[in-house]
């Protein structure tokens, strides 16, 4: 296991009553790419500004490298925390240089020195031909790049990144998130990245953390919070996931599409509702199938199916475009074989 470089440990934060960081206790390692991702308004944003020091926390430690940055009894101001901070706006300095709004995040660095870590960490970001150039003279990615080169310029030992690809389009958006991740990987930075984009946090992320109303629900590689999400909340955050009812049987789970080929270890007879997602569901045109074709989402190389299922359940299905199904047409719905579900029990909502 890597060593540490962050730790949390049961951090609280209020606004009046709204719960903005609950109880959250969580570790970052050295090197590591760390995603938090959650909806809009449960408190990414101000975990960072509590690990920057920019906020304080009610309650809970915050360490770097085995130094209290912020506990009961300690704050240690943001310029002496080692941490540097990306924002969505990149927040560069309009009528500064490149070059300048790099250097600005050294003013220690004698100039030699500092001109040799300037070229340094634009080459890193691919930058070095623009030095010279404004931030208006630039593109949204490009002044994304240089904000990144600005936060790693001292060295820190840690940069938080808050939403960095929100304001640019989806294809500079995927373009630049490999690029960062790449950066971030190659200089053996680590980083804690904010995204309330699911698929952008599965692609960046060494692992994920999955907040909601203040509170971490689940940390794991991208991989497990997909296949074993720990809440219904997890669930349906990570991945579209759409819930089905089953009963557990000696030979797997029935459900009304057919019966899983998992017990997990449950009595005959328990209740479960089954996180199913789209790739999970195969359907075939048939007269007299139990399944409606509620609509269809082209994706470009998939459609996405809603189908309506004989209790009135939907479920979505995930087909090639090459099968166009019409509103309405009647389909033989199964379960994939192979695929191993999620399950939660029957009912309760709310875990
Ligand atoms: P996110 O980054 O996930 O969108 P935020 O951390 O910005 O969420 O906000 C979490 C909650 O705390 C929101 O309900 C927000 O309105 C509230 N909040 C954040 N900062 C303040 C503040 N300075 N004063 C009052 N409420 C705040």
């Given at each position: 296991?890597?060593?540490?470089?962050?730790?949390?440990?049961?951090i609280?934060?209020?606004?009046?009553n709204?719960?903005?960081?609950?109880?959250?206790?969580?570790?970052?390692?050295?090197?590591?790419?760390?995603v938090l991702?959650?909806?809009?308004?449960?408190?990414?944003?101000?975990?960072?500004?509590?690990?920057?020091?920019?906020?304080?926390?009610?309650q809970?430690?915050?360490?770097?490298?085995?130094?209290?940055?912020?506990?009961?009894?300690t704050?240690?101001?943001?310029?002496?925390?080692?941490?540097s901070?990306?924002?969505?706006?990149n927040?560069?300095?309009?009528?500064?240089?490149?070059c300048?709004?790099?250097?600005?995040g050294?003013?220690?660095?004698k100039?030699?020195?500092?001109?040799?870590?300037?070229?340094e960490?634009l080459d890193?970001?691919?930058?070095?031909?623009?030095?010279g150039?404004?931030?208006?003279?630039?593109s949204?990615?490009?002044?994304?790049?240089v904000?990144?080169?600005?936060?790693?310029?001292p060295q820190p030992?840690?940069?938080?990144l808050?939403?960095?690809f929100?304001?640019?389009d989806?294809?500079?958006r995927?373009?630049l998130?490999?690029?960062?991740?790449?950066?971030l990987?190659?200089n053996?930075?680590s980083a804690?990245?904010v995204?309330?984009?699911?698929?952008?946090?599965?692609a960046?992320?060494?692992?994920?953390a999955?907040?909601n109303a203040?509170?971490?629900?689940q940390?794991g590689?991208?991989e497990?919070?997909?296949?074993?999400?720990?809440?219904?909340?997890?669930?349906?955050?990570v991945?579209?996931?759409?819930?089905?009812t089953g009963?557990?049987?000696?030979t797997?789970?029935?459900?009304?599409?057919?019966?899983?080929?998992q017990?997990d270890g449950?009595?005959?007879?328990?209740?479960?509702d089954?996180a199913?997602?789209a790739?999970?569901v195969?359907?075939t045109?048939?007269?007299?199938?139990?399944g409606?074709?509620v609509?269809?989402?082209?994706?470009?190389?998939q459609n996405?199916?809603r189908?309506?299922?004989a209790?009135?359940?939907?479920?979505?299905s995930?087909q090639?475009?090459t099968?166009?199904?019409?509103?309405?047409?009647?389909?033989q719905v199964?379960?994939?074989?192979?695929?191993?579900?999620a399950?939660?029990?029957?009912?309760?909502?709310?875990?």
């Amino acid at each position: 296991m890597a060593e540490t470089i962050l730790s949390l440990s049961g951090i609280e934060k209020h606004y009046g009553n709204i719960p903005a960081a609950v109880d959250v206790t969580l570790d970052v390692r050295v090197g590591e790419l760390l995603v938090l991702l959650g909806p809009s308004g449960c408190g990414k944003s101000t975990l960072l500004r509590l690990i920057s020091g920019l906020e304080t926390p009610d309650q809970g430690t915050i360490s770097s490298n085995g130094r209290v940055l912020s506990d009961a009894s300690t704050l240690v101001p943001p310029e002496e925390r080692k941490i540097s901070l990306v924002f969505q706006d990149n927040a560069l300095f309009p009528h500064m240089t490149v070059c300048d709004n790099v250097a600005f995040g050294l003013p220690k660095h004698k100039a030699g020195a500092r001109t040799r870590r300037v070229g340094e960490v634009l080459d890193m970001v691919r930058l070095a031909d623009v030095a010279g150039r404004y931030p208006h003279e630039l593109s949204g990615g490009q002044q994304q790049r240089v904000a990144l080169a600005r936060a790693l310029a001292p060295q820190p030992a840690l940069v938080l990144l808050d939403e960095p690809f929100s304001d640019l389009d989806r294809t500079l958006r995927i373009a630049l998130r490999d690029e960062v991740r790449e950066v971030l990987k190659a200089n053996g930075t680590s980083a804690i990245l904010v995204t309330h984009d699911q698929e952008e946090a599965l692609a960046v992320g060494d692992r994920v953390a999955v907040q909601n109303a203040g509170r971490i629900e689940q940390i794991g590689a991208p991989e497990d919070l997909f296949k074993t999400p720990a809440s219904r909340f997890v669930a349906e955050f990570v991945g579209e996931t759409d819930f089905i009812t089953g009963e557990v049987t000696p030979t797997g789970i029935r459900t009304e599409i057919g019966t899983l080929d998992q017990t997990d270890g449950m009595p005959v007879g328990t209740a479960v509702d089954i996180a199913i997602r789209a790739d999970d569901v195969a359907i075939t045109p048939d007269p007299n199938g139990p399944g409606t074709v509620v609509s269809r989402t082209f994706t470009g190389m998939q459609n996405v199916y809603r189908v309506r299922l004989a209790s009135g359940a939907i479920v979505r299905s995930l087909q090639p475009h090459t099968l166009v199904l019409t509103e309405g047409t009647h389909v033989q719905v199964r379960a994939a074989p192979g695929h191993h579900l999620a399950w939660f029990p029957a009912g309760a909502y709310g875990n």
